[in-house]
């Protein structure tokens, strides 16, 4: 499996783009996906920065951007996103029943643990927070809704690469036990425990992760966590794998 990112920005023509791809929109998605949510606005230089183009380039995408309203710039040359990048957001969530099916779920799992309980989704060699509940103690930079991390760097995204049938002895391992915990893997200071979320006739469909401090979070704990995490993907996978097809689009499973 490919782990190189699937919007990596560069300066010149991406070697994953062929000639059915057009090399235009993918460089107005890295202006899009160039916010990492700790800011509301950029300047053009700092979005140029991010995206490896020239600022005329980066300028002339935004404008462009700027006509569907997926960016809006401010009177000093700096850019937000805009209100269409928030309902494709929105649409994405909704696709999903989050709030009948998926944040149950993760409130019972968080109070159980007292940690602060996850659900993932993947996209190709990346998976992003659908939704989250959050412990009483938790983290400030935890990964936000929407935020897209690499599958090999983290609890969750190990557990989707091993359902996925990822070979390594790390993988085997975790197909045998069922769950896996990292701690200080993809964060210094967080830790988590997280199962695979199976749907119907078994299609992965992302994973769900019990996470926290990892000051916190030893070892010890994060075995003991593990069943409840387990029981709460099995109970998702239940619930999502009864859904219409609607509810469960194939952009969830490359």
């Known amino acids: 499996m490919s782990t190189r990112p699937l919007l990596q920005p560069t300066s010149g023509t991406p070697p994953e783009l062929s000639r059915d791809h057009v090399q235009a929109v993918h460089r107005a998605m890295s202006i899009l996906t160039a916010f990492h949510g700790d800011e509301q606005f950029l300047p053009l230089a700092e979005l140029a920065?991010?995206?490896?183009?020239?600022?005329?380039?980066?300028?002339?995408?935004?404008?462009?951007?700027?006509l569907?309203?997926?960016?809006?710039?401010?009177?000093?040359?700096?850019?937000?996103?805009?209100?269409?990048?928030?309902?494709?957001?929105?649409?994405?969530?909704?696709?999903?029943?989050?709030?009948?099916?998926?944040?149950?779920?993760l409130r019972q799992l968080s109070a159980l643990t007292g940690e602060s309980a996850s659900f993932y989704v993947y996209e190709g060699n990346l998976r992003s927070c659908l939704m989250r509940c959050d412990g009483p103690t938790a983290r400030p930079?935890?990964?936000?809704?929407?935020?897209?991390?690499?599958?090999?760097l983290g609890a969750p995204g190990r557990v989707i690469l091993a359902a996925l049938g990822q070979p390594g002895d790390m993988y085997e391992r975790i197909r045998r036990r069922g769950y896996h915990y990292a701690r200080a893997e993809r964060a210094t200071?967080?830790?988590?425990?997280?199962?695979?979320?199976?749907?119907?006739?078994?299609m992965v469909l992302g994973a769900i992760s019990t996470s926290g401090p990892v000051e916190r979070l030893t070892i010890a704990l994060l075995r003991r966590h593990a069943p409840h995490?387990?029981?709460?993907?099995?109970?998702?996978?239940a619930a999502l794998g009864g859904m219409p097809a609607t509810a469960l689009r194939a952009t969830w499973h490359p």
């Open 229 to 237: 995490t387990v029981a709460a993907a099995r109970q998702l996978g």
């Open 49 to 66: 920065r991010r995206t490896g183009m020239h600022k005329p380039t980066a300028l002339r995408l935004a404008r462009t951007l700027a």
């Open 141 to 152: 930079d935890h990964p936000r809704s929407g935020e897209l991390l690499p599958l090999e």
């Open 68 to 105: 569907s309203r997926f960016l809006v710039q401010r009177g000093d040359g700096a850019w937000r996103l805009g209100p269409s990048a928030g309902w494709i957001g929105s649409r994405y969530q909704a696709q999903f029943d989050v709030e009948s099916a998926i944040e149950p779920i």
């Open 189 to 202: 200071g967080a830790a988590s425990v997280a199962a695979a979320v199976r749907g119907a006739q078994g």
